[in-house]
């Protein structure tokens, strides 16, 4: 497998929102949004039929999929670090550091957050954060390392409700992170995310 930076981005969304089969062949990504699981496909150059994954029987509200089998991208997967339900034990990525920042805005895309508000205590305070959740304490320390190692930035990791945890950023934190995730203009990324984020920076920068 060669490393791109669309590529990266899909190994990202993996990470996050992937699920590795045990039959050592089959893969899948869900959802809720649409955009994201027709960039993924695109990405991989996948043909698979796109279909709905309800929650609870009886629940009318669902997510995405795609289910695609590859050998060669699965043996891949297991090299650099995902395995079959790793929800709780999901560890260290193996990523070239040129692609760190596609492969984390994937990351993002997949069970990351932002969110903005004004501080009435101080005039003129816009504050910004950036974070991201996992079910897995593991990652998210060796997330930090890394954003500590390239980035010289560090966040804080707090335990968050129903056995999760978030990697948050600051204010000044959150610029530079999301400078580096997009760096450049028409990367692949989930449209709405990045909406918000640029309305927030607009401000911020105004």
Avoid at 174 to 179: A, E, M, P, Q, Y
Avoid at 180 to 186: A, I, L, P, W
Avoid at 188 to 203: E, F, H, M, N, V
Wanted: proline content about 2%; glycine content about 8%.
């Amino acid at each position: 497998m060669k490393w791109s930076s669309g590529f990266a981005y899909a190994i990202g969304l993996l990470t996050t929102d992937g699920n590795l089969s045990k039959d050592g062949r089959h893969m899948e990504l869900t959802s809720k949004d649409l955009e994201q699981i027709r960039t993924f496909a695109a990405l991989l150059k996948l043909n698979n039929k796109i279909s709905k994954k309800f929650g609870r029987r009886g629940s009318e509200q669902f997510s995405y999929r795609i289910q695609f089998g590859n050998i060669k991208l699965y043996k891949f997967l297991l090299k650099i670090g995902l395995v079959p339900n790793k929800t709780k034990v999901l560890g260290e990525i193996k990523v070239p550091d040129k692609y760190f920042p596609d492969f984390l805005r994937g990351c993002f895309d997949g069970d990351g957050y932002t969110y903005s508000y004004w501080d009435k205590r101080w005039k003129n305070s816009f504050m910004l954060y950036t974070g991201f959740v996992s079910a897995s304490k593991r990652f998210l320390v060796w997330l930090q390392g890394e954003t500590r190692r390239l980035y010289g930035i560090v966040g804080a990791i707090k335990f968050e409700a129903k056995s999760t945890f978030s990697l948050k950023f600051a204010k000044r934190e959150s610029l530079i992170i999301l400078d580096k995730m997009y760096y450049s203009k028409n990367l692949p990324c989930l449209g709405r995310k990045y909406s918000i984020i640029k309305l927030a920076l607009d401000i911020i920068r105004s």
